[in-house]
């Protein structure tokens, strides 16, 4: 899990903004929702797909995170995580595709 955030420059005291990695090789899960609509006028269906990330209720991770995940040998980023729903056991963070920092 990486996030974009301000870290000084140790030299010139300057705020630069990087990404920033919180957490690496953390157990989760990935689950995949697909939502079809249609429209009144009988147009083309519309599909849209939700993700929502399983992972450990200890984990701090900031709405907005960039999210690495790999399962099955592929690797893929997500971005602008929602706000985490934590649970006694697990955390539920809603996630997009990542195409690029905001």
Not at 2 to 20: A, D, R
Not at 23 to 39: P, W
């Amino acid at each position: 899990m990486k996030v974009w955030q301000g870290v000084e420059n140790p030299i010139t005291h300057v705020m630069e903004y990087q990404e920033v990695t919180l957490f690496t090789d953390q157990k989760c899960k990935l689950s995949y929702e697909k939502q079809t609509s249609t429209t009144p006028t009988g147009g083309p269906a519309v599909i849209a797909q939700t993700i929502k990330l399983f992972i450990s209720p200890e984990l701090d991770v900031p709405a907005g995170s960039k999210i690495i995940v790999t399962q099955h040998g592929k690797t893929a980023e997500y971005a602008r995580s929602g706000k985490p729903a934590v649970y006694t056991d697990h955390q539920e963070i809603m996630l997009e595709a990542f195409e690029r920092y905001s």
